[in-house]
């Protein structure tokens, strides 16, 4: 199978591992409303989801690293969420739910740098592209599972819908068993304990602090948005299940789809300038929808601030990569640990500021991306990015040999016994110049 097979096949089985999670974005409402929850409490469900998947990030990094025949483990993964989720399906009150919940996250959650450390490390020179062709299978789950949900919840209540999201993971395990067959085995490294702490090292000394700040407050914003958007429309704006369905599902095609287009233009232009333009521009929307403006401008602004930030996400991921250069896997299994489990406590933080107002929770949302768009500037920048380093390597070598050529040319005009004394005539001396100082 080539690498575009399975680049599809990759998109395809994010798809299925991730619907039953992005089903939540309207189930968790809807269960929140069954058991009288408030909107803080609604946030915390998401926290608590995050940071039980957030636990298994790391070690399925480290064994996506180590162990040659990656296909069983992601094999593995389908079968987890399946199982995890239709039992959440039966939790009778909040902690139960809230446990099996994150139990369930997990499995998603290991499905993910296995996957994305397989593409990184087979497509070195479009890491960014890459994962965005993988994550655009995982914003299509954000598109359609909620599209499903919204439709479902105005027939059955929210336990059944949580039920029938597991089909489509079922259904692309059953497929994934002859995928993981024909993915070549890699070589499997000896465990290196030094390795990790290496890798943390590398994050907590020199700019990797600020690198994780910004991954951390871009999430945070994007988590907070999303996990409050269908509790705002429903108690501000009073719209339907069926209605906020569309609405949501709507909101998030844009990013999904320019996922691969921005990711492959931040490998040809650099990470800095894309993440600064993607959260400001999701800062400016956010800080606008603060300001309380009427329904008709409440949806094209929000399509903006979401697609802005969701069309960044494999660019984010990308940076961690270039940061650290080493062990893919578990690179990212760090970076989603810093995206859905630190970030994951923007829910509950723009939960408590939604019980406020939904102005405060706008103005939040709002520093997060804002925040994040100037660590990007001040971080990214710094890495000076390889397209932007090549360019200005070769300005100067040019620079360099126009400098030299001019010089030769003015030293050759005013001796020509120089000339004499190389053995040619002028015409080739000046072609010789041009040859050893002007070609790049």
């Known amino acids: 199978m080539n690498k575009s097979a399975f680049m599809t096949w990759f998109a395809f089985g994010h ?70 989720y239709g039992l959440a399906a039966l939790a009778p009150e909040f902690w139960s739910l809230a446990v099996l919940l994150a139990i ?17 490390r087979d497509n070195k020179e479009g890491r960014a592209r890459a994962l965005g062709v993988h994550a655009i299978g995982g914003s299509f789950a954000e598109v359609l599972a909620p599209l499903s949900v919204g439709f479902l919840l105005s027939i059955i209540n929210w336990r059944g819908a949580l039920a029938i999201s597991v089909i489509p993971t079922i259904l692309c395990g059953l497929c994934f068993l002859s995928v993981a067959r024909s993915m070549p085995a890699a070589e499997a490294k000896k465990a290196n304990r030094n390795e990790l702490k290496d890798l943390i090292r590398a994050w907590l000394t020199g700019r990797g602090p600020r690198v994780v700040a910004m991954i951390c407050l871009y999430n945070m914003a994007l988590i907070a948005l999303l996990s409050m958007i269908p509790l705002y ?29 921005v990711g492959a233009l931040s490998d040809r232009i650099g990470r800095s300038p894309v993440l600064v333009i993607g959260n400001g521009v999701a800062a400016l929307c956010l800080a606008l929808l603060a300001l309380n403006p009427p329904f008709w401008f409440v949806i094209p602004t929000l399509a903006i601030g ?16 270039d940061h650290s250069e ?29 019980g406020r107002s939904w102005q405060v929770m706008f103005a939040l949302t709002s520093v997060f991306a804002l925040t994040a768009s100037v660590l990007s500037a001040v971080s990214i920048g710094e890495q000076a990015d390889l397209p932007r380093s090549v360019d200005l390597l070769m300005f100067r070598k040019w620079k360099e040999r126009t400098h030299h050529r001019k010089d030769l040319k003015e030293r050759l005009s005013t001796n020509p016994h120089l000339i004499e004394d190389m053995g ?10 041009a040859k050893r100082f002007w070609e790049p």
Not at 424 to 433: C, F, T
């Open 104 to 120: 369930a996250g997990m499995g998603n959650a290991a499905w993910h740098p296995i996957a994305t450390g397989v593409l990184t």
């Open 15 to 84: 798809l299925a591992n991730d619907w039953p999670i992005a089903a939540l974005w309207l189930i968790a409402p809807a269960a929140g409303f069954s058991m009288g929850l408030s909107p803080a409490t609604v946030g915390l469900l998401f926290t608590l989801c995050n940071l039980g998947g957030a636990l298994a990030y790391i070690p399925a990094g480290y064994l996506a690293d180590h162990v040659s025949n990656r296909g069983r483990l992601l094999v593995l993964t389908f079968w987890w969420v399946a199982i995890g």
């Open 306 to 321: 979401v697609a802005s930030l969701d069309a960044i996400r494999a660019s984010m991921l990308a940076s961690a990569v």
């Open 326 to 354: 080493r062990s893919e896997g578990t690179t990212l299994g760090l970076a989603f640990v810093l995206l859905d489990g630190v970030g994951a406590f923007g829910a509950v933080l723009a939960g408590v500021a939604a």
């Open 233 to 261: 429309l429903a108690a501000v704006h009073y719209l339907a299940p069926a209605k906020i369905g569309v609405i949501f599902a709507a909101l998030l095609t844009t990013g999904a789809i320019a996922q691969p287009w």
């Open 424 to 433: 040619l005539k002028r015409a080739e001396a000046e072609a010789e110049v």
